[in-house]
T-cell receptor, first 112, second 112 residues
């Protein structure tokens, strides 16, 4: 089957850098995405990696290593508004067709 | 660009009833996906449709069904509701398949 693991909680201070890791198990890997979700809100797309390497979008960067079944989201210059849940999601192609599997989420707390 | 719109926003149903949830994707988006999210967990994939064809199905019972219309809007139907179906149902759309999704605000379904 498919599974993703990411830490349940991370705490960091304003202005710091934080890395949220994600390891996955899937047989038909197609890509790794990251989403942000504030309490009571809908998930918001942050980044997508289909190939190995680093993708940078402003303060957020995402990395993928397909050989290690591993990726991470890097948040720089943390702001209080970055306090939210962050989900990694794997797109998988298997006998049932395409599936997008979300991790359980990492709750990020940014302290002043 | 009005975003992904879902209706209704809230719904209360009785066990055994049937429910239909509706989703209008961003104009021009051909892919629509449905997710179920329980508080404190990541979204669980239910269905994906692309160009009106089912592209993927998650591990949900046959009580769950969906379809996509020629205008790319979509409906999710759930029959014989159970208490455990109480959740936030999210719809997401994307321009093409296999790319970052834009989520709607969801339909909060409560089964009593």
């Amino acid at each position: 089957g498919q599974s993703l693991e990411q830490p349940s909680e991370v705490t960091a201070v304003e202005g710091a850098i934080v890395q949220i890791n994600c390891t996955y198990q899937t047989s038909g890997f197609y890509g790794l995405s990251w989403y942000q979700q504030h309490d009571g809100g809908a998930p918001t797309f942050l980044s997508y990696n289909a190939l190995d390497g680093l993708e940078e979008t402003g303060r957020f960067s995402s990395f993928l290593s397909r050989s290690d079944s591993y990726g991470y989201l890097l948040l720089q210059e943390l702001q209080m508004k970055d306090s939210a849940s962050y989900f990694c999601a794997v797109r998988d192609l298997n006998t049932g067709g395409f599936k997008t599997i979300f991790g359980a989420g990492t709750r990020l707390f940014v302290k002043a | 660009d009005t975003g992904v719109t879902q209706s209704p926003t809230h719904l209360i149903k009785t066990r055994g009833q049937q429910v239909t949830l509706r989703c209008s994707p961003i104009s021009g988006h051909k892919s629509v996906s449905w997710y179920q999210q329980v508080l404190g967990q990541g979204p669980q994939f239910i269905f994906q449709y692309y160009e009106k064809e089912e592209r993927g199905r998650g591990n949900f019972p046959d009580r769950f069904s969906a379809r996509q219309f020629p205008n790319y809007s979509s409906e999710l139907n759930v029959n014989a509701l159970l208490l455990g179906d109480s959740a936030l149902y999210l719809c997401a759309s994307s321009l093409e398949d296999n790319y970052g999704y834009t989520f709607g605000s969801g339909t909060r379904l409560t089964v009593v």
